[in-house]
């Protein structure tokens, strides 16, 4: 006697949301049943809401945001942000906790990535290129790296800070390290207390 599964349909649906990033085998599988369980207006709206973000988002190809044919790019179409600031993160995510804080206002400029090379990609796999372009034709003053703190985050921000040293009229930060916000001392690792030791202010 054959073995019992789900129809054809069920089972392309369940292998093409284990695509999807930090949904596994067992999680597809119960988005899948979920989404067949619900009315077909439901998995209609789903179906649709997906072909409208993949037909009408694409990358910026300034600053790497998400952008529409619509309203276009909202920051670099901003005439309210500030001109003379540049703030380097990794991914386009990485803008939205940032614009959250409500602590910077400026450009942004995306890598889509960081310099790894256990998984072979190199500074050419990244959007560097534009990155010195913008600098070229831009009038910053000031470029912030806000990279992760991990390995590979420091080889970028290194690899960018040699590249900065040319542009001598531009400062270059980085995002300070440390301490949270309601932490102690008792809960930080010893990297996040030496980073907050070497980047101690004055009071």
Same mark, same amino acid.
């Given at each position: ?88 993160? %990794? ?6 906790? !940032? =614009? +959250?804080? *409500? #602590? ?6 995306? &890598? ?11 500074? %050419? ?6 990155? !010195? =372009? +913008?600098? *070229? #034709? ?6 912030? &790296? ?58």
């Amino acid at each position: 006697m054959a073995q019992v599964d789900y129809p054809e349909p069920v089972k392309a649906l369940i292998v093409h949301l284990k695509q999807l990033p930090g949904i596994g085998p067992k999680s597809a599988e119960r988005v899948a049943v979920w989404m067949m369980q619900q009315k077909k207006g439901t998995t209609a709206l789903f179906s649709d809401v997906v072909r409208v973000a993949g037909e009408t988002v694409f990358e910026c190809r300034t600053c790497g945001f998400f952008a529409t044919e619509e309203k276009g790019c909202a920051i670099c179409d901003s005439v309210q942000r500030d001109s003379a600031s540049l703030c380097v993160v %990794e991914q386009p995510t990485d803008i939205l906790p !940032l =614009e +959250r804080s *409500g #602590a910077y206002r400026g450009q942004y400029h995306t &890598l889509r990535g960081k310099i790894s090379p256990l998984d072979n990609v190199g500074p %050419e796999d990244l959007r560097i290129r534009e990155f !010195l =372009e +913008r600098l *070229g #034709a831009g009038n910053f003053t000031e470029v912030i &790296l806000a990279l992760s703190s991990d390995v590979e985050g420091e080889a970028t921000g290194n690899y960018l800070a040699e590249i900065l040293a040319d542009f001598s009229e531009i400062r270059v930060s980085k995002l300070a390290q440390g301490i949270p916000a309601g932490g102690g001392l008792e809960s930080a690792d010893e990297l996040t207390l030496m980073k907050a030791l070497q980047g101690r202010v004055s009071l």
